[in-house]
């Protein structure tokens, strides 16, 4: 290798960091031996790396140690209430309120994606079932039977008894003739 | 940092312990002023806390600190730059480390070590100042907590020749700078 002065300046600066390969330190010697500009480069750089032993330091003080653990707790009591939120579905209904939902969010954490889906299909499915539970017993033939039947069952023969024309129809209701 | 991560307080009380020194420090050199390494170091440790659920070990620890101290003194640059402030520069210390350590009488060096390294430390510090952010990192990451040109490239986020080359740059600004000062 064949290197300028200015080029080994850099090279001696990689050695003091101990960042050179053995072939690249062997070159730096051979050169140094007879070179004197790298010879005081290189004792000015190990003069200047001495004065930093003593570095610029501030003291760590325990009074900023605890303000510090103490922030991290208060961040901790928040974080549970949000914890317990999260584990009841809660978490989405406050995101939509607060109109900060982020749909992609939700999806890249499954647990509280599944957690939310399930609280959303039970809510779905009970509005539904109410509904249609509200409709069925507005009926009169059906609320009359009511007593003794389950919902399901009463569903089933409404409907049969509907097929067969026994009920009428929904038009017919308001013009049965 | 799991066990931080499942919310044990005294583990994360022990994490503040060991190395709030170490970042307060790095912040400091960086940033020349202490007040701002205080905020620094509260920062990066909180960050810390709320990362700690999600941190996945990569390479060490302390690289990971400096990581996040130095996204933080980034940060603060770039604020004090939109607001066209004077740049971050050392504001000359010493005053206020007399007054704290009045109100704060623990882990207070003695006034005999004070003064005897108070001048030279006040020189470096201002040399450091002379520096540009990039150069001053890279000098301090690897001059003051000795890090292999590697681990710095991954705090810094760019190639090792790049830190070599600021670290090289480095040594011959403050050389330069020192000199001038008659050290």
Redesign the interface.
Known sequence: MDHSCEQY??II??WL???LTTDETGDLHAHIQKCPTCQRELA??KK??Q??E????????????D???A???K??TA??SDQWQETRGGLLHKQVLQGRFNLFGLLAKPKRALTNLVTVTALAASIFLGVNLAGQLTHPEIAAGWDNASPVFTLTEYQVLQAGGSIPIAEDVDHPF | MRLIGEGEMPAFGQLVQRHHSLILNFAYRLSGDEEMARDIAQDCLLRVYRAAAGYKPQGRFRCYLFAIVRNLFRELIRKQKRRRETPLYPTNSASNEVSRADSRSNDVPTPAMELASKRLRDHLQKALSTLSPEHRTAFVLSEIEHLSYRDIAMICQCPEGTIASRKHQAIVQLRQFLTSEGI
Not at chain 1, 58 to 63: D, L
Request: charged fraction near 25%.
């Open positions: 300046s850099q600066t990689r960091d101990a960042e000015q750089q200047i790396r004065l930093w003593d570095p610029p330091s501030v003291t760590s003080y325990q009074q900023d140690r303000a510090i653990v922030a991290a707790n961040l901790h974080g549970e």
